[in-house]
């Protein structure tokens, strides 16, 4: 970008060389949280987790749009670059005494359909994975239902989707806070969570106007962080050390592989019915995926 021969498909390269990199670094920081903090504290240090990485998205837009400004794309990418050296130093800069050493799986064959069997064999794993996936692919699509929605309905263009989007932050971290000191783990959890992040949902697409929108948002974001850190803490509890780090990718899978599956789906309805039809389907995801969890638990008799 800086020497001015930057084309689209080297973004699109670049696009899919950092997916495979997520793809190795998601699960293996998922499933390394367990030896940090122990079977005790799990649930915590995954909530605290994903208030981190909800503040970051509320705030990191907001930096990148003054680097942007002031300096250009160009910089705005070396900056973020740089900053990974403040990543490593604090990986580097762990006490390895302290951390829990589980025994690394000897590579085999046939380890991915292994993984498969143990988490469909498990009701505990399955239930919360099927969860995510189709709340991913239907209502985490708010890049492309908030802007729709700021634009379209509230007509405000991107003064109006910064506070949206700063409300969902906020609440996310608010939330993962209360969630960290109190939140429980398991399906019954999940599946309260799961009913409260759609009408949540449904609340900002019913909301009549701006500032109506902006307060559910705070509900979304204390909701969707509440969902997910009890999901992935409830996989990481039922897993053995062994499947874990399977486990995760799986997770990984079902959140960031379904949601842009689910982005094309959202936006055709988006410009077919409108902005509010979009974040309604997604409210309906959840109230969907919280009835099946709801439903499958019971029946397998691990509704607790």
């Not at 009701?123 to 969860?131: E, R």
Request: aromatic residues 6%.
């Amino acid at each position: 970008t800086l020497t001015g021969v930057v084309q689209v498909w080297h973004v699109g390269v670049l696009a899919v060389m950092l997916g495979l990199g997520h793809a190795f670094e998601q699960p293996a920081r998922q499933a390394f949280i367990h030896q940090i903090v122990g079977k005790d504290l799990i649930r915590n240090a995954v909530t605290l987790n994903s208030v981190m990485v909800n503040a970051a998205r509320a705030v990191g837009p907001a930096v990148a749009g003054v680097i942007l400004a002031l300096v250009g794309s160009g910089l705005c990418f070396a900056i973020n670059a740089v900053s990974f050296i403040a990543v490593v130093a604090s990986l580097l800069a762990l006490d390895s005494s302290k951390i829990t050493a589980e025994s690394p799986v000897p590579r085999a064959k046939g380890q991915l359909r292994e993984g498969l069997r143990y988490v469909r064999s498990r009701p505990a794993l399955w239930i919360p994975l099927a969860t995510m996936a189709l709340v991913g692919t239907l209502t985490y699509n708010f890049p492309v239902t908030l802007p729709a929605a700021a634009d379209f309905v509230f007509d405000g263009g991107p003064q109006a989707l910064g506070f949206m989007t700063s409300a969902m932050g906020v609440g996310a971290v608010v939330g993962g806070l209360v969630v960290a000191a109190r939140g429980n783990t398991g399906l019954r959890p999940l599946t309260l969570a799961a009913f409260g992040f759609g009408v949540a949902v449904a609340a900002t697409a019913l909301a009549p106007n701006l500032p109506t929108a902006i307060c559910a948002l705070f509900g979304v974001g204390w909701l969707s962080v509440t969902f997910m850190s009890t999901g992935n803490a409830t996989l990481q509890l039922n897993s053995e050390p062994r499947m874990r780090g399977r486990v995760m990718a799986l997770w990984s899978v079902a959140f960031m592989g379904s949601t842009p599956i689910g982005g094309p789906i959202v936006g055709a309805i988006i410009e077919t019915f409108g902005a509010r039809v979009g974040l309604a389907v997604g409210a309906v995801a959840c109230l969907a995926a919280g009835s099946l969890a709801f439903l499958a638990a019971r029946r397998s008799g691990t509704a607790s």
